[in-house]
């Protein structure tokens, strides 16, 4: 019996797992280690700060779908790997492999620049949404002006954007509006980059939506600095702001950049090929964020990253399983997608108000890329949560 062990059990180790699980039966044992027991829809942490949703409705405990599917679940830290002689450190004793799948998912680096840890709010973790939340109830007490954005070299600007309009429509909800002038801060050579170089149409679409919400914004900017009660610009600007919330960048969690043997990146990912094998130990993968991805065009002035979504980090969970089935098996041909050729799947809420992104790659280039905006009311975001929580919570990985 061969022994994977699968590193990370959010989107894309949760398919590595439950994928080798499947198409390797009894024929292979699969660990899947993890500090956290939930599994949780990060995208809808957007809406968490607001109540619209609460963090048990988006997340669930994963052992239980695991062992039924027969994957052995350790709740534990991965602290480092030793690939020479196949170990993995954790904080629950060492185990050995004969594939290791690296899908950690992200570490925040707060100190991008001084004060953002301090006194910017940030929604990406289930405590970080509550925290802005109970910052928001408090706001409503004394409102003023409002920054949200990014920072310099983030790669996650599409969530920035959700919060931006979301935070706008409960401006209006609360009646508190025209007290609020709201700013927009991203170092996105323009409106609509999101780290993909762009759609068809999406500048203009973005423009006129500030435009349409009486939205401040600055492109091209970095932070210099966040105080109690404004953000210095790069450019010498200072915005006063009573409430911040900023998305800083991603780099690679402990694990990798503790283990150098494996050889990671400045900013802690894994060197990988189309197939996301290492290149230097061949029963060593990596999926979803761990992954580096190389860009295919020049930021600007400021420098920013490329998206590392939910659709990529399933795709490549499934093709690095099937690779590990192929490599057992005895098969020299490999699956190979890169990371820019994955479809472009999104759905950006805007406040029950939606824009559907569709393209055959996510990186140019492409034969086929759409925007379509829906004003009505936020379906498909509400429906790809529901059916994406179903599908995990049952184990059916094999489902797009």
Known sequence: ???????????????????????????????????????????????????????????????EILNKKGVEFVLAEALEVDPKN??????????TYDHLVVATGPK??????????????????????????????????NPGPMVIGATQNAGCMGAAYEFLFNIEKWLR??????????????????????????????????KSFMKLFNIHYRTEVGVEEVKENSVKLTTGEELPSRFTMLMPPFVGVDFVTNSPALNPTANGYLPVGEDYRHPDWPNVWAAGIAVDVKLPFK????????????????????IVAENIIRV??????????????????????????????????LFKPRRFAIMIPN????????LFEKYFLWKTRHGYSQLP
């Open 328 to 361: 057992e098996k005895g098969k020299k041909k490999l699956k190979k997608k890169a990371w820019g050729k994955i479809p472009g799947i999104c759905v950006m809420d805007a406040g029950k108000k939606e824009v559907i992104i569709l393209s055959d790659h």
């Open 375 to 382: 004003v009505l009311y936020d379906f498909s975001k509400v």
């Open 299 to 318: 930021p600007g002035k400021v420098p920013f990253s490329g998206p590392k979504t939910g659709y990529p980090s399933d795709e490549t969970g499934k």
């Open 1 to 63: 019996m061969k022994t994977t062990i699968i590193i990370g059990g959010n989107f894309a180790g949760m398919t590595a797992a439950l994928e080798i699980k499947r198409k390797g039966k009894n024929g292979h044992r699969v660990l899947l280690i993890d500090k956290s027991p939930l599994f949780l829809f990060i995208p809808s942490l957007i809406w968490v700060p607001l109540g619209r949703r609460e963090v048990k409705d988006i997340s669930f405990r994963k052992e």
């Open 173 to 206: 909800e609360q009646k508190i509006r025209k007290k609020v002038d709201l700013y927009w801060i991203t170092p996105e050579t323009f409106l609509g980059h999101f780290g993909i170089d762009g759609m068809p149409g999406g500048e203009t679409m973005l």
């Open 86 to 95: 196949n170990r993995v450190k954790t904080t629950k004793g060492d185990f």
């Open 108 to 141: 925040v680096d707060y100190d991008v620049a001084p004060g953002v840890r301090e006194h910017a709010h940030y929604i990406g973790t289930p405590e970080s949404a509550m925290k802005t939340r109970k910052a928001l109830e408090e706001f409503k007490k």
